[in-house]
């Protein structure tokens, strides 16, 4: 199914007049329906021509928060029910009313399309409930965060306790991704919802700018889990809302430094979706989603499940081309196909067994880590699949109109358009001339449906005349050739492109893994701690966990473990035996309880770190650390690896921030963890060597570098030149590599060159 695309055009706000609307919806030709799907606006060249663009439906003005959420979102919720993911997004320039959309206001009829989705997903979990006798249970529950300037933060830590660097994001290999060490708090109603979000959203990054008095700075992404759980199943289905941040036209917004960075990450991530579009629709081999946290998360066509996207648009001229820009953007979206595939149930090992022994599933080791994979709708046998077939089809067609006239009808394939579009409203692009306007409408839908196949006699039933009836077969038949063209060019692959697009993406998940994977072991480490420190043993538990794969052999951090699972178990069955009205169990001596999600008493903390025998042996023996591993991906025939690379993670610049500024104050232990910290991200003297040789900014002495002549040189020092931080400085070759024009194998040269370089 295709990513269905909405628009909805804002009022008028208060500094606006009605003389400058330029934007406006229409019906499209031939709807019998008050539904209107199509958005109008002035071609910016020529005033007199108006490109129309189509979409599944439009908005106007007057369009209501609860005609929204009608129309568009509640019919997803029961989708939600039976095992999909529902993925429902904002788009569009800043100002335009994307938080208006899906937060909304306080008052009733205000309320956006996230308060709505929470209070139909409660109306239906209790009537889920009261309709199987209360043999299922359905648990709600939330994680919600903000990437800001690429990074991710949970919104339900307050910026003062946020580490810099941000939470981890790990691929989960289905197309989903996991931001590491979020938050899950249970809601189990709307109130509690709203009070938890509301709460998250005074920690949401927004600022005054010219354009938005609280524009948003970030890109916010809601998730909710629901889990309905029987005697022998729990199945888990996520509905995410994502409020993006607004792209923003600099000239237009006077920001200041910071407003400039924040405005630039916006605009880069945004750019970096447009191009995940662009390169989707185009069917290419390489989308680039790794290169913005945003797109990584947002997983555009690789995630499962029904995507909404809600473009919301401003109605007056001066947004005109940035209006533009956003509806070629969302063009080319809806024709983004998303797989339907429901998420099965787990099956319980032991039915009757408490829902996983009491804990709850979070988003490190909850449903994405129970469930079954991932497999095709139709090979299911509890699909459904009837119901889903219902869901009304977004159409596949891209058509961009013009209100001159053109004389070739076009008859509707359109599956949310019940009539033939009329020959009233012609067709063009507005980067083609009206003379390539016509073969647009010949464009193959990718997916052939029944209904587009209109059979001669049944069109002219429809009233088409006959030269109608022959440009529809020579369209039918265009669209038959090239389908099978382009299913040609996709069951043969050019083998070399595939094989160079390959080692990109490997390349730049190794680029990547700078950040994330060879970090992941500190962080959950980190983590882990900052969990025990709250009382959070469960949590915590599951941080260690993590963390084991990444300290191989370590039997302290195992020992850890087991103890952490004792005490977990003896707590339980403290509790068990004070329920059952038995005398209590003494509790060990640095026992704490478990409090409940979201409970940080201070008091026990001090019990927590005493009793929290560190991981001092996490460390490798020295010597895995003598030889530079901060890089790990140079090529064996040329450098020699260290014998003992067991331990070979190494963090980056902003991990081993993290590490050390945010682990809690010195004891014993605490020290020895800075100290794995600083180990780990030892360099060697080569490196420090060619980063001082990057960070001196020297054309001279950085094109002496093998591999880099003055062009590249100059390229370098531009780009620390454009670098966010105030050092401008390269600390690690992870980052070196991610300059643009660098790369992997420029860095490798680099660093293997030096060995000869005489400075
Ligand atoms: N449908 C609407 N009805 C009434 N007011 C609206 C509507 N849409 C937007 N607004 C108003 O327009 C202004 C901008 O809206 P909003 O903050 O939602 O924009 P945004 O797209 O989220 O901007 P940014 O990307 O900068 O965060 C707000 O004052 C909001 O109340």
Redesign the pocket.
């Known amino acids: 199914m295709s990513v269905r695309v909405v628009a909805?055009?804002?009022?008028l706000?208060k500094a606006e007049i009605p003389k400058d609307i330029i934007v406006d919806a229409a019906k499209s030709p031939g709807e019998t329906t008050e539904n209107k799907s199509i958005v109008r606006i002035p071609n910016p060249k020529k005033e007199s021509e108006a490109f129309s663009f189509q979409f599944n439906s439009v908005y106007d003005?007057e369009?209501?928060?609860a005609q929204i959420f009608d129309n568009e979102v509640s019919p997803t919720v029961k989708h939600l029910f039976k095992g999909y993911d529902v993925t429902l997004f904002?788009y569009?320039?800043?100002?335009?009313?994307?938080?208006?959309?899906?937060?909304g206001?306080k008052a009733m009829a205000?309320r956006g399309v996230i308060p709505r989705l929470l209070s139909s997903i409660y109306r239906r979990a209790r009537k889920v409930e009261k309709d199987t006798d209360g043999e299922t249970q359905v648990d709600v529950s939330m994680s919600y965060y903000e990437i800001y300037n690429d990074r991710v933060f949970d919104l339900f830590e307050p910026p003062e306790k946020r580490t810099p660097a941000g939470l981890p994001i790990r691929d989960m290999g289905n197309g989903k991704t996991q931001v590491v060490g979020l938050t899950e708090r249970p809601c189990t109603t709307l109130k509690e919802f709203e009070q938890l979000y509301d709460q998250a959203n005074v920690n949401r990054s927004?600022s005054a700018?010219k354009?938005?008095?609280?524009?948003?700075?970030s890109h916010a992404i809601l998730c909710v889990n629901i889990t309905q759980i029987t005697d022998d199943e729990t199945r888990v289905s996520t509905a995410s809302a994502i409020?993006?941040?607004?792209?923003?036209d600099n000239r237009r917004t006077d920001n200041n430094k910071e407003r400039l960075v924040e405005s630039a990450s916006?605009n880069k991530s945004l750019f970096v979706l447009a191009q995940c579009v662009e390169a989707i629709s185009r069917k290419q081999t390489r989308i680039p989603y790794r290169e913005s946290k945003m797109t990584r998360i947002l997983c555009l066509g690789q995630n499962n499940g029904l995507t909404v996207m809600i473009l919301?648009l401003?109605p007056v001229r001066s947004y005109h081309l940035d209006t533009l820009s956003s509806l070629n953007f969302a063009n080319r979206t809806k024709k983004i196909e998303v797989n339907e595939v429901e998420n099965q149930p787990f099956f319980r090992e032991a039915p009757g067994k408490s829902k996983l022994d009491g804990e709850k599933p979070s988003s490190f080791a909850g449903p994405a880590m129970h469930r079954q994979p991932l497999r095709s709708k139709v090979l299911s046998h509890k699909n459904g699949l009837q119901e889903v077939t219902n869901v009304p089809k977004p159409m596949k067609q891209f058509s961009v109109y013009s209100d001159k006239v053109k004389p070739i009808p076009r008859p509707s394939n359109l599956a949310n358009t019940s009539q033939a579009r009329s020959s009233g409203v012609p067709i063009k692009s507005p980067k083609r001339t009206s003379s390539e306007a016509i073969p647009t409408l010949g464009r193959p839908s990718k997916v052939f449906r029944p209904n587009e196949a209109v059979r001669p006699a049944k069109a002219a039933d429809a009233g088409l005349s006959k030269d109608a009836i022959e440009a529809l077969i020579e369209r039918k038949v265009n669209e038959a050739l090239a389908e099978r063209a382009d299913n040609t060019t996709v069951s043969n692959p050019d083998p070399i492109a595939d094989e160079v697009a390959r080692r990109l993406e490997a390349l730049e998940k190794r680029v990547e893994g700078q950040e994330t994977e060879r970090a992941e072991g500190l962080q959950y480490l980190l983590m882990a701690k900052q969990h025990q420190v709250r009382g959070e043993d469960v949590s915590a538990l599951k941080m260690y966990k993590l963390a084991l794969p990444h300290f191989p052999g370590n039997e302290k951090l195992v020992r850890k473990v087991a103890a952490l699972q004792e005490r977990i178990a003896a707590k339980k069955a403290e509790k068990r035996s004070s329920a059952a009205g038995g005398v209590p169990l003494p509790k060990p001596a640095a026992t704490v309880e478990e409090p409940e999600q979201g409970e940080r008493p201070a008091a026990r903390r001090k019990a927590n770190a005493e009793d929290d025998e560190s991981f001092h042996e996490a460390r490798a023996e020295p010597e895995a650390y003598e030889e530079d591993d901060d890089f790990m991906y140079r090529p064996r025939t040329k450098i020699r690896r260290p014998q003992t690379m067991k331990l070979n993670r190494s963090v980056t610049a902003p991990a081993l921030e993290t590490v050390v500024k945010h682990s809690p104050p010195a004891d014993d232990e605490d020290t020895s963890e800075d100290e794995l910290a600083a180990e780990l991200t030892a360099q060697t003297p080569r490196t420090k060597q060619l980063l001082s040789i990057i960070n001196s900014k020297d054309v001279g002495q950085i094109k002496l570098l093998k591999g880099v002549g003055a062009k590249k040189a100059e390229a370098i020092v531009n780009c620390l030149c454009d670098l966010d931080d105030d050092a401008q400085k390269v600390t690690s070759l992870g980052q070196l590599g991610k300059l643009k024009g660098v790369g992997v194998k420029t860095v490798e040269n680099m660093r293997s060159g030096l060995g000869n370089l005489v400075l």
């Open positions: 909805r055009i804002r009022p706000l003005q369009a209501t928060q904002a569009g320039v800043t100002g335009t009313g994307k938080t208006h959309t899906m937060r206001g205000d927004t700018t354009l938005n008095a609280h524009s948003s700075r409020d993006l941040a607004g792209s923003e916006i919301n401003a």
